[in-house]
């Protein structure tokens, strides 16, 4: 049994989170000693894949669902795959965003706007702001760079 200061310390998930995961159904405490709580030691594996689910992108809620009526982890691979999909794309994304960055930076015209590919740049990035968004672009409707 360890109380919330230890599993904090050794998990680094403040106390404020540990509460919160509590409240939401995350983790479970067994109980107190005192006013503090106190959780089973596999309480540190959950946080584990709490931490990792939320480093891939998962929401707390997609996270819990990933967790059984046993407490176990229950991961649906299609998510798995989605997410890996999404992350794929993300990262295109952020090379031609890099990729411009320099191209900008780099840029021997002597403004911005004289330079041809600076222009479509922009001319991309206003249609991607006044388009609707198209169907699987993303958990929050944004259009991706280069779509």
Known sequence: ???IGEVAERSGVPPSAL???????????VGRHGLRRQFDADVLLR?????????????????????GKDGRPDIPRDQLHAKADDLQRQMVDLRVLRDALR?????????????PTFRKLLKAAT?????????????????????
Do not use: N, Q, W
């Open 47 to 67: 946080l584990s894949l709490i931490e990792l689910g939320k480093t891939a992108g998962f929401s707390l809620t997609e996270i819990a669902g990933m967790f």
């Open 103 to 115: 191209h900008v930076a780099e840029c021997s015209a002597p403004s911005h706007l004289e330079c």
């Open 127 to 147: 249609r991607r702001r006044v388009s609707p968004p198209a169907a699987g672009t993303g958990h929050r409707g944004r259009r991706r760079l280069g779509e």
């Open 1 to 3: 049994m360890m109380d």
């Open 19 to 29: 509460r919160y995961y509590e409240e939401v159904g995350l983790i479970r405490s």
